[in-house]
Structure formats: structure tokens, C-alpha cells
């Protein structure tokens, strides 16, 4: 006997069949391939085809924009890896307000260097909020921030915040990737003179911090670290009062480390209320097991054949989430992925 859930799937069919059969959706798809610059038909028709996600950390309650936009002739103008690069990106940046880790600005940062052989970034323009990045609209910059490819917007960027995370690519070759996270949690954290504890599963995935003054140059009006950062391999960066800076190899690494440092400066937040010398830390060989465990992808536990980079493996399962809530990252699935796909 059919269940709920059938009644519902055939109810949507026969919705979708009366959709694009009527003549009102006839009409309107007509009207926006004749005229190209109708930007109000396009509007129109992208609220009808995509569903409406609303979730409570997000600030965005309308229509789904597309991440991957880049298409048709537009295409051309970017190599392959670099489109590909630019939707994970701005599904980085989609993410991250999912979460509700923005907390509505528009003016925090997440950036990523173009490739080894350039010396080009991509990052958000200014006057766009996390939930509106698409891959066309990031800006591709120099190391000074100087604008290469303004993407399909106007904006400019936060040129001045980019100067600083320009200093750490500059002396860290190994940094591909760097999110400024300051949420409440990781700012309260970044001011404690202890720094980030080991004191949960969390604060040991993100394994090794260093601490880093921000220095200004008053001449110039642009900000950096102490040089000295290059003889660090940490990949959480903490700036004292002004938050902590997630870095990454690849863009799934830096989400991985984001991710866990977040939760794990809320814990540490409410057990330092104890009192620290209340608390029990694990010892140097426990933390190194955690860590060098999860270095090896796929959280350290994978049984399987496929390999995976570290963040490689949770990213792919929040880019199925997004599809399926209609965001078309353009992200490329691997094989054991693409099989479950297929099969729900």
C-alpha cells in the first residue's frame, strides 16, 4: 500500500507536468530567450525552477542563487581548474552563512591562492553578503590587491584585509587557502592568554597554533605578521582579539580546521568557567595520536580503498547537501560518491 511520502512524490510530479506544460511558463521561457537582457524574466524564471531553502542560520529566506554560473561563453574566459576552483570557493562562502558564521557582514574574508605558478588570489568583492558569492563573481587580485579580473560584478575589495592574509601566502608557500573566522566564541578565545587549549577532540584535529601579533604599517596602511611565520607549519593562526585564521593546503582543509576550531573554542568556553587548573588535559602522546590520525583523510577511520585528503572526504558530504537543496555547486564527485548519488 502506498505510503505518505509516495503521495507526496506523485502530487510533485503531476505539479511539476502542469508547470512546464502551461502556457504561462510557455510564454515566459519564450520572452527570455528572445530577449537576452530581460533581467527581470530571468529573475522570474529562476524563482519558478529553483526551490525555495530556508534554513534558521542563514539570512537569506528567498530563492537559491546558483553557486555555479559560470557557463556558455562566459566560460572561455577561465581555465578549467580555475572555474572549478572559483564554485568551491563560493561554496565555501555559502557554507559558512549556512552555518550562520558570517554573521551578516559582508566584510570577513575567505581566500585562495589561483595555483602554485601565479602569484593571483580569488576573493569575495565587498559589497556582496556570503549568501549572494557565485563563481563569477569573486575577484581575482595580485599579492599588492590589485584587480586582475573584477568578475561579473562592480565592487571592489577589502583591499586592507587582504594585505594581511597577501603576507602569509607570501612567506607560507604551503597555504593555499585562508578563512578569518570571529565568530563570538573564537574572538573571546583568541583573547585568553592560554590560548587554544588542548582540551577537546576538536581543538587536537586542528592540531598546532601559533600566535601572531598584527602589525600595521602606517606608510603603506597595509597589514602583516611577524616574518617569523614562515619558519611556523601551524594551520590555525591566532590574532589576539581580532580572531583566529583557519588555513588549509586546499580548500577542504581549511573548511576542516574551520570547522572543528569553531566547536572546539565553544567548548573550551564553557569548561574555563571551571577554572583551568580544574580541567584535564590529554597528554602530548594522546594528542599527537589524534592529530597525526586525522592527517591521514577521511577522518583517520576510512576502511575503504579510496584515499582521501584531509576534509576531502566531509566536504564532498556537505556539497550533496547543497545540491540537493538546489545551490548547483559544479562540484565534481568522485567514484564511490557519484554511486550513491545515482542510487537516492
Not at 53 to 81: E, F, M, W
Not at 166 to 192: E, F, G, L, W
Not at 219 to 239: E, F, G, R, W
Not at 249 to 277: K, N, P, Y
Amino acid at each position: 500500500m502506498p505510503g505518505e511520502g509516495d503521495n507526496q512524490s506523485t502530487i510533485n510530479e503531476h505539479s511539476s507536468k502542469i508547470l512546464l506544460n502551461s502556457s504561462e511558463f510557455h510564454n515566459e521561457l519564450i520572452n527570455l530567450l528572445i530577449n537576452e537582457e530581460n533581467k527581470e524574466s530571468l529573475e522570474t524564471l529562476s524563482n519558478l525552477l529553483l526551490p525555495i531553502t530556508k534554513l534558521d542560520a542563514t539570512t537569506c529566506k528567498g530563492p537559491v542563487l546558483p553557486v555555479n554560473d559560470i557557463r556558455g561563453i562566459d566560460s572561455r574566459t577561465y581555465a578549467k581548474n580555475e572555474r572549478y576552483l572559483r564554485c568551491k570557493l563560493a561554496s565555501l562562502y555559502r557554507v559558512m552563512d549556512l552555518y550562520g558564521w558570517n554573521y551578516g557582514t559582508c566584510y570577513n574574508h575567505i581566500s585562495v591562492r589561483v595555483n602554485n605558478s601565479t602569484d593571483q588570489f580569488l576573493i569575495k568583492p565587498i559589497g556582496l553578503a556570503f549568501h549572494e558569492i557565485t563563481g563569477s563573481s569573486l575577484v581575482k587580485i595580485d599579492s599588492n590587491g590589485s584587480i586582475i579580473d573584477r568578475g561579473s560584478t562592480t565592487f571592489g575589495i577589502n583591499a586592507l584585509s587582504f594585505s594581511l592574509y597577501s603576507s602569509i601566502y607570501k612567506h607560507r608557500p604551503d597555504i593555499n587557502c585562508i578563512i578569518h573566522i570571529q565568530t563570538p566564541a573564537v574572538t573571546a578565545v583568541s583573547a585568553m592568554k592560554c590560548g587554544l587549549l588542548s582540551l577537546s577532540q576538536e581543538s587536537l584535529i586542528c592540531g598546532q597554533t601559533s600566535t601572531y601579533l598584527i602589525q600595521i604599517d602606517l606608510t603603506t596602511n597595509h597589514l602583516s605578521l611577524d616574518k617569523n611565520i614562515q619558519q611556523s607549519t601551524a594551520k590555525v593562526l591566532i590574532l589576539p582579539n581580532y580572531g583566529m585564521l583557519a588555513c588549509g593546503t586546499t580548500v577542504e582543509e581549511a573548511w576542516h580546521i574551520t570547522f572543528h576550531l569553531i566547536l572546539a573554542c565553544e567548548s573550551q568556553l564553557r569548561a574555563v568557567s571551571m577554572g583551568i587548573d580544574n580541567l584535564i588535559l590529554p597528554s602530548d602522546n594522546s594528542a599527537k595520536q589524534v592529530t597525526d590520525t586525522v592527517s591521514t583523510g577521511g577522518g583517520g577511520v576510512n576502511t575503504s580503498d579510496t584515499k582521501w585528503s584531509v576534509g576531502e572526504l566531509e566536504w564532498s558530504t556537505l556539497m550533496i547537501v547543497l545540491d540537493r537543496a538546489g545551490y548547483h555547486t559544479g562540484y565534481i564527485y568522485r567514484e564511490p560518491l557519484i554511486r550513491f548519488i545515482d542510487k537516492n
